[in-house]
């Protein structure tokens, strides 16, 4: 198969997801609260902040690639950003239009890939966005990158947060609590195939449960943005990931007991890191 029958596979299941994840994500909740925002985004708006002037996102121009049903980027929305969010799922991007009326937010949502979104959008923005679980469905990282520098307006901001290579690398299917490797680390070009019968969030049975994914190393991402003109001014590794990834993982609390969507190993937080952080400059 090629890269692009790949993706349509991808879209098909992908497009699945959509109904399960408006309920696993609480779309509803979000909806009328208009407080709330993502676990991702609040993490990230840490992260981001030594890289925005004074600290905060309003007032900006932002483009969120691979937005999926839009609960990241309307949080920054609810932040002040002027928001636009691509996903190459229509379902997702019915979802996410659907959503933001609700809540009441004044985004964009655009049908297109990541490849094609410089000719989808139509203009440039002060900060690219790609959120966590994203760079595993992108064959072409080169061109993922060329896409960011074309969308960014000069002196803008890109960052990306996702799962650490390393982390994606580990048997996902052990309960021991033991750390072994099981996947390719470096990328070959080839894609790996998956076949599932639930997404990683939510209990709703697939019926398209085929996926295919590309492992990329962090020498990969770096190296496509750098090679794009892109500049990093930041990079980051963090010990805490908003989904299981290994079934022994343990989910944060707040000081009242409450769950706050994060996950981390059990013990030995230092033994591996969950996620990477990139800033870098158009």
Request: with cysteine.
């Amino acid at each position: 198969m090629s890269h692009g029958e790949h993706v349509e596979v991808n879209r098909l299941n992908w497009d699945e997801r959509v109904a399960g994840h408006l309920v696993a994500y609480d779309a509803d909740g979000f909806a009328a609260d208009p407080t709330r925002l993502s676990t991702v985004v609040r993490d990230d708006l840490a992260l981001m902040a030594p890289h925005l002037p004074a600290g905060s996102i309003a007032g900006l121009s932002l483009l969120h690639l691979q937005c999926h049903i839009g609960t990241d980027t309307l949080s920054w929305a609810r932040l002040g950003a002027r928001v636009t969010g691509v996903d190459f799922s229509g379902a997702a991007i019915a979802a996410a239009r659907e959503l933001a009326g609700r809540a009441g937010l004044d985004a964009a949502f655009v049908h297109s890939t990541v490849d094609e979104a410089g000719d989808a959008v139509g203009e440039r923005f002060d900060v690219v966005y790609t959120s966590i679980g994203a760079l595993v469905w992108l064959p072409d990282l080169a061109a993922w990158a060329r896409s960011i520098r074309s969308l960014l307006k000069p002196g803008g901001l890109f960052y990306v947060r996702d799962a650490h290579p390393m982390l994606t690398a580990l048997d996902d299917q052990r309960d021991d609590e033991l750390l072994v490797v099981r996947y390719p680390y470096f990328g070959t070009g080839g894609a790996q195939r998956f076949d599932e019968d639930f997404s990683y969030i939510g209990d709703a049975r697939l019926r398209n449960t085929t996926t295919y994914q590309w492992p990329h190393p962090l020498s990969e991402i770096v190296g496509a943005l750098l090679g794009a003109g892109l500049a990093i001014e930041g990079f980051g590794e963090q010990d805490t990931l908003p989904w299981r990834y290994l079934p022994w993982m343990v989910e944060l609390t707040d000081s009242h007991g409450v769950p706050d969507g994060r996950w981390v190993l059990p013990e030995g937080r230092d033994r591996v890191p969950l996620t990477f952080s990139i800033a870098a400059r158009g």
